[in-house]
């Protein structure tokens, strides 16, 4: 089986396919099957390469599969070719099995729109896509996979496109990919020109052979990264990713924990050995995670859709990650992206049974008190929220502090301060979802409060799968403190994490970093629960006492409202006066005139042209007289 390896992605593929040619025609019973089975499918068989994997050992770490030859354009050369390593079987498998749940739950969630097959053909469109960015062997492949999600986020974010606010979420976040993706694309031809490739062998070669300078290094590094900036939500070109909120939940759900976003976080770690040629690079990766961490942090504080918190959390989260990254803990890194995947696409699918039990609410300020109503759906969000805290034991806590030791270690205190302000901030706002929305006094609208109800079984039971694995799934890389044989999971990655850094800090020092990194977790906890269920007066009282700052974190210190003046206004005050002076004036004005010329020509020639025999005969003997005339003078 393992030699159909490359046959993954396009089980989704196919199905959606099947959806464009046929979808009219099929049952919604029928639409659901297929979707579900499509990705399960690829699950399934992701599953069985990676056991073949695990089985032969370090020596055979490596599936590869090339189709056929794509591109031949003189040295330009690129094949349609597959790769099953062991980062590709941690992505693959996260991505199919957390997409398979997310599909369960839509059948519940999506089953009276009236555009059911449609919603199906993007998700499944979305997951081919993904798998393809995740299995290519080369950038060139990569960057279709990379598109391939662009396109699909444009479809899903804007799905409800008779909304207004929906349509411009997906342009907006169309647009803003297309910013980072010129930096990737050029970055991929610096590539080209000096490896000669775009294989990910040839460039790890190229840069064990010394092809690539350092200097070469950091400027390719960067352009790449500018890429991750926007696929990954990263400062400056972070600001799609709370708007993409106009989508229906679960379309959040893939977007943030599965696909698009840890798009860019894979990339870096798939180019780690570059990137360990690069300490400019590298520390550029570091700084801009950990001030996205803490940036996109301080926003959720005051948000109050419950979408919109979770939104600028995973901003937040993929901060952590590049952090990895960039101190280069590139195991720690996807570490937290695989665990992360599953209390973020728990917590969103929580918060879409909340939406949907309150025919549509949004706003925490008007939910309370629900634990009672929806105990189903209470639980597994409690979970979810605890292992996005760091709490001991749950999954969070060991990928988030995998990161901060590592950060500490390589001597980016700054970066590691960042981290852990970060940290607090996210049990703080984290546990005030938690208790505005399932806690405290009811603040329910009669109407919806005569309607709430539990999501039915469909879409509690991934939920409770999901909760499963956010507490377990961390187990499988225990700190060094534990041992370092151990952390599975790095080892795991061992083959294909050509460059990692040690940490290399004293058992008391590491003791004393998981301390502190817990103790700040329940501070932010405590703190949630003085302010939102003890003393519920503080907040509104630190509103009156600190006006300015709450309201420059309630709108999200202004960055859309800077970016509009900076970009968008001018940038369509320009394109209208080149409508009307240049395109109307000049280019309009040409084609008419040119029209009004060849009209003026056709009314003056018809004035010989009468219908009349004698009016011929008169005109063609005067040109004769002419015609001699002129030859005898």
Request: with cysteine.
């Amino acid at each position: 089986m393992t030699d159909f390896f490359w046959l993954i992605p396009f089980f989704p593929l196919v199905s959606a396919i099947l959806f464009v040619i046929f979808g009219r025609r099929f049952p919604k019973k029928y639409v659901s099957f297929q979707a579900c089975f499509a990705v399960l499918a690829s699950f399934m068989l992701a599953a069985i390469s990676f056991f073949s994997l695990l089985n032969a050992g370090p020596s055979h770490s490596l599936l590869e599969k090339n189709l056929f030859s794509w591109i031949d354009a003189g040295s330009f050369k690129v094949n349609l070719s597959f790769q099953f390593d062991s980062l590709t079987a941690v992505m693959v498998l996260v991505v199919s099995l957390v997409a398979f749940l997310i599909h369960v739950y839509s059948i519940g969630y999506m089953s009276e729109d009236k555009s059911y097959t449609r919603y199906f053909t993007y998700l499944n469109l979305f997951v081919f896509s993904m798998l393809v960015l995740v299995m290519a062997s080369n950038l060139v492949l990569m960057f279709v996979g990379w598109e391939g999600v662009g396109l699909c986020s444009y479809l899903l974010i804007g799905f409800w496109f008779e909304k207004h606010s929906a349509a411009n979420a997906g342009k907006k976040a169309f647009i803003v990919n297309r910013i980072g993706d010129a930096g990737f694309l050029i970055g991929l031809l610096f590539i080209f020109v000096h490896v000669g490739s775009t294989e990910f062998s040839a460039i790890n070669e190229a840069v064990l052979g010394g092809v690539l300078t350092p200097a070469l290094a950091t400027l390719i590094g960067i352009l790449l990264f500018i890429g991750a900036t926007g696929k990954s939500a990263q400062l400056p070109l972070y600001i799609w990713l709370p708007d993409a909120m106009e989508g229906p939940t679960p379309v959040s759900a893939l977007i943030h924990a599965a696909t698009m976003v840890t798009a860019g976080v894979y990339m870096v770690a798939r180019m780690n050995l570059l990137y360990s040629m690069s300490l400019t690079a590298s520390n550029i990766i570091a700084v801009v995670g950990g001030l996205t961490a803490l940036f996109a942090a301080t926003m959720a504080l005051t948000q109050n859709d419950i979408k919109r918190i979770l939104a600028y959390s995973t901003i937040s989260q993929l901060g952590y990650m590049f952090i990895g990254c960039g101190v280069g803990a590139y195991a720690a890194g996807i570490f937290h992206l695989y665990t992360h995947a599953f209390f973020k696409s728990l917590l969103f699918l929580a918060a879409g049974s909340v939406i949907h039990a309150l025919s549509g609410e949004l706003n925490v300020q008007k939910m309370g008190g629900l634990r009672k109503y929806l105990p189903r759906t209470y639980y597994p969000f409690l979970i979810g929220a605890i292992a996005i805290a760091g709490i001991p034991f749950f999954s969070g806590f060991f990928s988030k502090d995998a990161i901060l030791t590592h950060a500490f270690a390589q001597g980016q205190y700054i970066v590691w301060a960042m981290g852990i302000l970060g940290a607090v901030m996210t049990a703080f706002y984290m546990f005030r979802l938690i208790f505005l929305t399932f806690h405290g006094k009811e603040r329910l609208e009669p109407d919806v409060k005569k309607h709430i109800h539990e999501s039915p079984p469909i879409m509690t039971i991934p939920l409770a799968i999901l909760a499963f694995f956010s507490i377990i799934a961390g187990y499988i890389g225990l700190p060094a403190v534990v041992g370092k044989k151990y952390n599975w999971f790095g080892h795991f990655l061992d083959p294909v994490i050509l460059s990692s850094h040690e940490a290399h800090i004293s058992m008391g020092t590491e003791w004393f970093l998981i301390l502190i990194s817990v103790a700040v977790s329940i501070a932010g906890i405590f703190i949630a629960y003085i302010f939102y269920i003890r003393k519920t007066q503080i907040p509104s009282t630190l509103v009156k006492k600190f006006p300015f700052i709450y309201k420059l974190l309630y709108n999200k210190y202004y960055v859309d409202e800077a970016y509009n003046a900076v970009f968008v206004n001018p940038m369509i005050r320009g394109s209208e006066i080149i409508y009307d002076d240049f395109d109307l004036k000049i280019i309009d004005g040409a084609v008419n005139g040119s029209a009004k010329t060849a009209a003026w020509s056709g009314k003056l020639l018809s004035r010989f042209q009468t219908g009349f025999l004698k009016d011929y005969a008169l005109i063609f003997l005067l040109g004769a007289i002419l015609v001699i005339g002129f030859l005898l003078f």
